[in-house]
């Protein structure tokens, strides 16, 4: 309240010529991750009440009765997963028709993930994790965080969840320049009304603290580092104790030395529970979360097919990921039998699957154990003839594999030599390892 009603008190005295403090504004409006609010009818609006200050911000927050009820974005299923978005497309308007700039996405995430979202610049990056934010909405799909069906929010509602459920880091940190790092991080506090005027001071300077800036607290950003400038903005984002951090590109301004200490960081929050979405362009950063979504056009293309075919190009992938199907099995279930005829690639993508061969004495003994990440199910398809091996999930821990169908994986390996090559080396090395089993035994 302090700081906005300092604020205001400019604003009131300035009255009409707010047009001088426009890009505070924009700073403010950022700062409140309300990209679609309507700004000309609000300032319009204090300009001409005069009345107490406070207050205008606070309306944007406030829960608006009239639009709480149905169509309040309150789901009636329960969502499984923290974020589901589920044939997501967005399609912007230009002068030269619709640009599809998100094409039918689905995307689950998990809490207490830290997820990378990786891609070229223009594949869709920023305009996908705007529709988790709700700073933008799809033009069809839906979103769904937690039970909040995000897509349905009108602005007013979305703004005080947005406040309240995702912290928003920026690139270029978006701090106010005229108020103190701990101002700053105690402003969210002040907008959603979260916390009594003391715990606000108390909670900004454990951040601060956390973030391991305590001692800069009163500095203005200007009189800190880029580094420090962004860990401000990520004390900020935590000011409301959202459970999701969304970042857009935060290490895009940093030497490489502070992007990882900030990576550790966000380490250091997922071990606490928090759920991290990060955009980034940096590999080594993108090596060190837990899953990574790489966009490629405006789709999805699925991680474990890249990491197995990494010699082939985006579009390739991205048609297979199109093909591509999750098949989960319980533990021990067989998933490909020996001696039947291929149809599917396999590749692990949860637990651990075993390979299996049938002693002549109609025993099973376990020849392999393939983690995530790991593919199977390439041999007979590569050299003809029927599967060599059985394949089960593991007896501990159920199984997830992404199955891709004969012929798009030999449309796949037609396209790419090397792919085909690379393919080839390790199911004849597979191959000749089972012929040496068989042997021995
Ligand atoms: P990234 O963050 O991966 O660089 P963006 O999500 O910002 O990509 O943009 C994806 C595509 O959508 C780009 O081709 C971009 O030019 C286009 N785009 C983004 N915003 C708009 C807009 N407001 N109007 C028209 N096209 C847009
Ligand atoms: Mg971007």
Redesign the pocket.
Known sequence: MKFAGLFFDELREWGGIFVAIRPFMYYVEWLCFTATWKMKPRIAYVGNSGSNEGFMFKQLFRRDKSESGVGNGRSTSTAAHLIDLTNVVKA???PVGD?I?LKGIDLQVDPGEFVAVI??????????INMITGIDRPTSGTVHVSDTAVHTLKEGPMAEWRGRNVGVIFQFFQLLPMLSCIENVMLPMDFCNMYTARERKERALHLLDQVGLIEHAYKLPSEVSGGQQQRVAIARALANDPPILVADEPTGNLDSHTALSMIQLFEELVDQGKTILM?THDQDLAKRVTRTVI?SD?EIIDEYLAKAFPALEEAQLVRATRKLETKSYAPGAVIVSQGENPDKFYIVTKGIVEVLLQEPDGQQIVVARLRSGQYFGEIAILRGGARIATVRAGTETAVEVAALDKETFTNLIGESPVTREELSRIAGQRAAETEKRKNGS
Do not use: C, D, P
């Not at 891609?119 to 996908?128: F, M, N, P, V």
């Open positions: 912007y308007e230009t640009f700039a891609g070229k610049s223009g594949s869709g990056k920023t305009t996908l955009v966009i405006g």
